[in-house]
Every structure is written in structure tokens, then in C-alpha cells.
């Protein structure tokens, strides 16, 4: 998904190590789409360094599952919702840079979406 803005697409990871987010921009490849090897590497990347999107707080203990979506509140960007260790789901609205601020209880916690597999 196209988080930058560009019309090309991004790369949104988490790392458990830092629990942060990490965006990676693409490259327009020359026939149309993103050139992938952009994708490959921080790098190949436009920037060539991965940036931090998300800051804090992202690892897979307090966060089992996250996805990102396109985009849901209508102002362009992509988004991504979250399902918290507690059962309870978030949404965050994308930014072009970094996410701010910890998102919208979107359900208040549930020890059904405990179970939960995946979103999306
Ligand atoms: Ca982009
Ligand atoms: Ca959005």
C-alpha cells in the first residue's frame, strides 16, 4: 500500500527487537507498479533507510495482530487496526511520515478477539 503518498507502493514491518514500526519506501518500477527490489532492503529503498513509523509499543506481546488496510477514514492513507493481548481492537489512522498518538478503541476489550486468528 502507497503510505508516502507517491502512487507507489510502501512497505509497513514491525520489529520485535524494537517493538516499533518501520516504513519502507518503493521505487516506481519503469513498466508501472513498485520496483520490488526497492522493497528488498532499506537500501534499495527510496530513502535508502527504513524510517520509524511506529515508535513504541508494537511487539507481538502487547499487540498479537495488526493489519494494515486501505484506507478506512477517508483521508488518503492507508490504516491499520490492531487486536490488543486484552481482546480489545484499535484503529490508527495512517500518516504519510509516522503514526501519532495510540490509536481508537474501536471494541472495548473482548476475550473473543483473543482468539481471533487474523484481520484483515
Ligand atoms: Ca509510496
Ligand atoms: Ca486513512
Known amino acids: 500500500m502507497d503510505v508516502s503518498g507517491d502512487n507507489v507502493a510502501d512497505l509497513i514491518y514491525r520489529s520485535e527487537v524494537s517493538g516499533r514500526l518501520l516504513l519502507r519506501k518503493g521505487i516506481a518500477a519503469s513498466g508501472g507498479g513498485v520496483d520490488l527490489q526497492s522493497l528488498a532492503s532499506a537500501a534499495n529503498s527510496a530513502d535508502g533507510a527504513d ?70
Open 51 to 120: 524510517s520509524v513509523y511506529g515508535g513504541s509499543g508494537w511487539g507481538r506481546t502487547g499487540i498479537p495482530k495488526l493489519m494494515g488496510t486501505p484506507d478506512a477514514d477517508k483521508d488518503g492513507i492507508p490504516d491499520i487496526w490492531t487486536v490488543h493481548s486484552n481482546g480489545q481492537v484499535r484503529f490508527y489512522a495512517g500518516s504519510k511520515t509516522a503514526l501519532s498518538g495510540s490509536g481508537t478503541e474501536i471494541v472495548t476489550p473482548k476475550s473473543y478477539w483473543q482468539t481471533r486468528l487474523a484481520i484483515g
